[in-house]
Structures are given as structure tokens and as C-alpha cells.
């Protein structure tokens, strides 16, 4: 006699097989784009401060604390605001850069074949 196999009816169809390992690997993909998100963010300068908000008790010292850190972040998201400019402006520059290279490829080649044509005549 031969085995017993159990039949079960959550078993897959190869169709349904590949669309989960679709779904997976899309999902995967997600995860890792948000983890180097994350990294980003845990990269940057955080602080926290304990600032007195606008309740009734604050002292007159207490403003001068709050210009101050205000200042401080102010300077914070400008300089992050800086470099996130110079990085897209980067970008945009080796883009240009690559273009313009490959069409000077693109016409070198072509005289080459010119001259390779004009030299076995």
C-alpha cells in the first residue's frame, strides 16, 4: 500500500506560488527602501530641548532661552536644507556630465568608422 498524503485546501497553484513570491519580494524591496530612509532620518542632528511653552508662569529669562534654540534649529534645517540642494545639484551635474560624455563618444565613433572607411579604400 502506499502512503497517505494528506490533501490540504490551502495548497497553492503555481500561478498563485509565483504571485506570492512577487509579493514578497516586493514587499521586501519596500522594506529596504524604507530602512535606508530611516537611516537618513537617524542620521541628522535631532535635539530635544525642554522649553517652556506659551503657559502662564513663564519668566521673562525663558524667552531668551526660547530665541536661542530657535535660532539654533533655524540653523539646523538650513544647513541640512544646504546640503540636500548641493546633493541634488551633484546629482543633476554627473547626469549632464554622462550625457554629454556619451554623445562625444557617440561622435568620436563615428568619425573613427569615417576614417577606419576612408583608410581601407
Do not use: W
Request: hydrophobic letters at 35%; proline letters at 2%; a positive charge.
Amino acid at each position: 500500500m502506499g502512503d497517505i498524503v494528506p490533501v490540504s485546501n490551502n495548497a497553492l497553484t503555481p500561478q498563485e506560488s509565483e504571485q506570492a513570491a512577487a509579493l514578497r519580494a516586493e514587499r521586501i524591496k519596500e522594506a529596504q527602501e524604507l530602512e535606508a530612509k530611516l537611516a537618513v532620518i537617524n542620521e541628522a542632528d535631532t535635539r530635544i530641548f525642554n522649553v517652556c511653552g506659551s503657559c502662564a508662569g513663564a519668566g521673562s529669562g525663558d524667552f531668551h532661552y526660547y530665541r536661542l534654540i530657535r535660532r539654533a534649529e533655524q540653523d539646523r534645517l538650513r544647513k541640512m536644507d544646504a546640503a540636500h540642494k548641493a546633493n541634488e545639484e551633484r546629482q543633476q551635474f554627473e547626469t549632464k556630465r554622462q550625457e554629454v560624455q556619451s554623445e562625444l563618444e557617440a561622435k568620436t565613433a563615428k568619425k573613427r568608422a569615417k576614417r577606419q572607411k576612408k583608410k581601407a579604400k
